[in-house]
């Protein structure tokens, strides 16, 4: 019998608006005016407390921690696309969307200088806690989709963000063949930034792209310009509405860059290059959509000025707030490793409290 051809896929890119400023109006998601300022301003904000915390942490006012520069467009556009009461699973590199959410800076800061307060999140922001583990949150996100459509709660979406190394995990491959099996509603954003800390994507995979992976599971997919934020609102709403009409998840793959290091911890320089970094300094999210609001009449350097100085002030006064707060109970932790207690666990805080006591003292 001869070979026969039984299925083909393709692999599409969505890019809408382009380093200058210039967009596809056919494919422009058509946001307001004032969506578009509120977008904008999210990712000015994300950026200003980025550097902020960058400099808090050189002085040794901050522990060590993961900056966002450079992933704005992808963290944002995508998080504007929710509704609020979908459910935001993230690792550790999704601040400004979470700042979009509701949560306080000062949470964030508090998680980065290791006390337990920074994970005692409102459920009304829908946010799970910062996920460190490479890939373990993918199937926590299918689970809460799949309880989602258990429970009959319609309208309802989760969306799950994650690094390119993720992809290389198993959590990622079971994660999204579950979410087939039981067409639960999550999108899975992947934040390709192109390295894993120091491993370059083209060692972790010989895929032409991540999004292709999703093709194995009978999955939707796309790759989307992670710098353009009209590409990632839009891939990013597209999917939530086939996921609330039924149709199940979707896997978009968002290309950007990681502008600086992967952690406080890191030095980029030792892996990759000037030159490198410098192509996609010039593909940066923000003034691109900074020219994009210039040309369509809504945005000038005096509106910019004003925005900076706002958002300056925002974060300022975050920071004090953080500062300021300095009455902690030192053995929080404890209180969050078991719904009830154990009697080791309470032994071992008894002996913590007297530890602390006796150096105390000392």
């Excluded at 596809?24 to 300022?37: C, G, Q, T, V, Y």
């Excluded at 963000?161 to 063949?177: C, P, T």
Aim: hydrophobic share 35%; charged share 25%; net charge negative.
């Amino acid at each position: 019998m001869p070979l026969k051809e039984i299925a083909s896929f393709n692999v599409k890119h969505l890019s809408i608006l382009d380093e200058n400023g210039q967009w596809d109006e056919d494919l422009d998601p058509k946001l307001s005016d004032d969506d578009l300022i509120k977008l904008y301003r999210a990712m000015v904000k994300g950026r200003e407390a980025d550097q902020r915390m960058l400099k808090m942490q050189r002085q040794g006012r901050l522990g060590t921690f993961p900056p966002t520069t450079g992933h704005e467009a992808v963290i944002c556009g995508a998080t504007f696309a929710t509704r609020d009461d979908d459910w935001l699973v993230g690792s550790y590199r999704e601040m400004p969307g979470r700042l979009m959410r509701g949560e306080p800076l000062e949470r964030t800061l508090h998680y980065y200088n290791g006390r337990e307060e920074g994970s005692a999140l409102s459920a009304a922001h829908h946010l799970m806690p910062i996920q460190v583990i490479l890939g373990s949150q993918l199937p926590h996100a299918v689970g809460m989709a799949y309880a989602m459509r258990y429970k009959g709660e319609q309208g309802r979406a989760v969306v799950c963000f994650f690094g390119d190394g993720a992809s290389s995990q198993g959590d990622f491959h079971e994660a999204l063949n579950f979410a087939s099996v039981w067409q639960a509603p999550v999108v899975f954003v992947c934040q390709n930034n192109q390295w894993a800390i120091s491993v370059p994507l083209a060692c972790q995979t010989r895929s032409q792209t991540i999004a292709q992976k999703a093709i194995a599971y009978q999955i939707p997919c796309i790759q989307v310009d992670g710098n353009d934020a009209l590409a990632t609102y839009k891939a990013t709403k597209d999917a939530l509405d086939r996921a609330r009409s039924g149709g199940g998840p979707t896997l978009i793959e968002m290309v950007t860059y990681r502008l600086i290091m992967h952690t406080t911890a890191d030095d980029p320089s030792k892996y990759r290059s000037a030159d490198e970094e410098k192509t996609w300094w010039d593909k940066d999210p923000i003034p691109r959509l900074f020219h994009h609001l210039k040309k369509i009449g809504v945005w000038d350097d005096q509106k910019q000025a004003l925005l900076e100085e706002d958002v300056k002030n925002e974060v300022n006064q975050a920071v004090k707030n953080f500062e300021s707060e300095v009455d902690f109970k030192p053995d929080a932790p404890f209180d969050h490793v078991f719904e009830t207690p154990s009697a080791a666990l309470e032994e071992q805080r008894a002996l913590f409290l007297s530890n602390l006591r006796d150096s105390n003292n000392a």
